[in-house]
């Protein structure tokens, strides 16, 4: 009895080992699996989220103002509070989770004039950030260094990249409070006519706002108004150490535009930025970017190197250039009015924004896709990026100002080939026409938080656009991969991707029917295969080739679970 006891006991102790050993290979298998199938990241299909800083969450009332900027400002065109702080707040609120966005792009956060000007739109403060005084330090209107680091670090620790907005072209205007820079570092006339590349780079982009001497190689003398401001601040010293360390270490002229380099890229340097939005691009001389690139990837190299825990993958640092008024039909070069081409690709960058994306978006579903796909698959942007818009802050006629088109706008946007930059508010309906503004003002309103509370299309909008965008966040095909249509009435297609060991591959269905419904998956499905609907949150299993879902919804976003 005994021996038979033991030898029961035996076996028992027998299977738990091999059970658990079996539950060990399999968890292990599992997260192998997991990690081998993990979405990586790409530019050309991220999802970037655009906001004004000064606009979107006050995360600390105590620095609302600065520098006495007491003045009456025209209507929100003063500063409302918003920061740096507020943007985290929204980061580990998991508000970017939520809506499946990749990467935050920031408005300049650089010191800015301390005064204001008045031409013709109403008393107007450098609350955009686009007005640069000092670009060494921030605008404490904005934030501190170490709210800087700390919404870097937990935008990286939600696997989520940060563009920031920058600005070579120009300093800020002229104000009572702000004297110009030297003449040997700026020029404060002519202004721009746009004729000729010459007249589009060697003028003021504005009346009152200093012109960046970006083209000359003459060495040029720290401006005293510097000087003077760091020595009552008391780093002059180590200011002037690292200008000198970074001139002999790269031996580049004393020349304005490499200062401006070296202060700009130290932000990489210091925080892990991810990347450069490039504010004016086409006002400047093209091989300057290719010199903010190069100086950009080194500071990026040593961050990673500083930091390889900190670090969210091996990608190069991004630039993506504002060339007002190019057009993915352009392919990689852009025309000037004078007939002159300058490919801003071979420059710098990977990627350039879309103005012509709002205009595609008037036609059919079909139509937009089949243009971004011929263009960025095969045709002249094979391998290049685009960031697609419908909204943003300095183009007064968006695709959908009266907000009455909020979904088949983020269907269009967000399921479109390329990069697409989510204007904030575009996800909220925030209104786009404020009485009583003057010009890009009415653009600007601060974020409509409390809509979400008791506006149902304010939800509704934010619920669409959620789904949709997480659907592209987990699947490169979307933004990167093959389009092909299926099926005209409803509407369906799929997407397809494949490089190196990753394949992707999805159908959608747009306009279908609401309730029950079959939807052939066209081979891309095996029989038995297990489906996601992203939209609905349902899944089924392919069985005669199709699938059948119930939902209240007449879209469809369909994956293979994994």
Not at 407 to 416: D, V, Y
Request: glycine share 10%.
């Amino acid at each position: 009895m005994k021996r038979a006891l033991l030898t029961l006991l035996l076996v028992v102790l027998f299977a738990q080992c091999r059970k658990a050993g079996n539950e060990s290979e399999s968890t292990d298998t599992a997260a192998a699996t997991e990690e081998k199938e993990k979405t990586p990241f790409s530019w050309r299909n991220a999802t970037i989220y655009f906001l004004l800083t000064d606009r979107f969450n006050n995360g600390d009332k105590s620095n609302d103002v600065n520098f006495d900027r007491t003045g009456k400002a025209a209507k929100l065109r003063g500063f409302e509070g918003g920061d740096i702080k507020g943007v985290t707040r929204k980061i580990k609120d998991g508000y970017f989770d939520t809506l499946g966005v990749t990467a935050i792009w920031l408005t300049p956060l650089v010191e800015q004039v301390h005064g204001g000007t008045n031409e013709g739109t109403g008393f107007t403060y450098g609350y955009h950030g686009y007005w640069a005084k000092d670009w060494t330090a921030l605008d404490p209107n904005f934030g501190t260094e170490q709210d800087l680091k700390e919404l870097v670090d937990n935008a990286h620790g939600h696997g989520i990249r940060v563009v920031l907005d920058v600005v070579v072209n120009h300093t800020g205007p002229v104000t009572p409070k702000d004297p110009a820079y030297p003449k040997d570092w700026v020029r404060l006339d002519p202004v721009c006519n746009f004729r000729t590349l010459e007249t589009t780079t060697k003028c003021t982009l504005v009346k009152n706002l200093p012109d960046i001497l970006t083209e000359s190689d003459q060495p040029v003398e720290l401006p005293d108004l510097l000087k003077q401001k760091w020595q009552q601040e008391g780093r002059l010293e180590q200011e002037m150490q690292e200008l000198d360390a970074f001139f002999q270490a790269t031996g580049y002229p004393r020349a304005a535009r490499f200062y401006v380099i070296k202060w700009l890229t130290d932000y990489i340097r210091k925080f892990g930025i991810d990347g450069f939005r490039v504010d004016t691009a086409k006002h400047t001389e093209a091989g300057v970017w290719a010199e903010l690139k190069k100086e950009a990837i080194r500071a990026f190299n040593d961050w990673k190197g500083e930091n390889p825990a900190r670090k969210l993958d091996d990608n190069e640092f991004f630039m993506v250039a504002e060339v007002y008024g190019y057009s993915a039909g352009n392919g990689r070069a852009y025309p000037y009015d004078d007939g002159q081409k300058v490919d801003f690709y071979a420059n710098g960058f990977e990627s350039m924004i879309n103005f012509a994306f709002k205009h595609d978006a008037r036609g059919s579903y079909d139509q937009l896709f089949t243009k971004y796909d011929t263009v960025l698959h095969g045709g002249s942007l094979e391998g290049l990026g685009v960031l697609n818009y419908l909204t943003s802050h300095d183009d007064g006629n968006p695709f959908d100002k009266d907000r009455k088109q909020t979904f088949e706008a983020g269907t269009k946007l967000l399921l479109s080939g390329g990069a697409a930059q989510i204007y904030y508010g575009d996800e909220t309906a925030r209104p786009l026409v404020i009485k009583g503004t003057e010009g890009d003002a009415t653009l600007r309103s601060f974020m409509n938080w409390d809509a979400l509370g008791k506006d149902s299309l304010a939800k509704a909008t934010l619920e669409h656009w959620s789904k949709l965008s997480r659907f592209r966040k987990d699947h490169l095909s979307v933004g990167d991969g093959l389009h092909k249509r299926h099926q005209d009435s409803p509407y369906i297609f799929s997407r397809k991707y494949r490089k190196d060991k990753y394949s992707d591959q999805v159908l959608v269905m747009l306009d279908g029917p609401a309730g029950n419904k079959s939807i052939p998956v066209f081979d891309l499905f095996a029989n038995g295969a297990t489906l996601l609907d992203y939209y609905s949150g349902q899944t089924a299993k392919v069985r005669g080739g199709q699938i059948v879902l119930d939902t209240p919804y007449s879209t469809v976003l369909l994956a293979e679970t994994r």
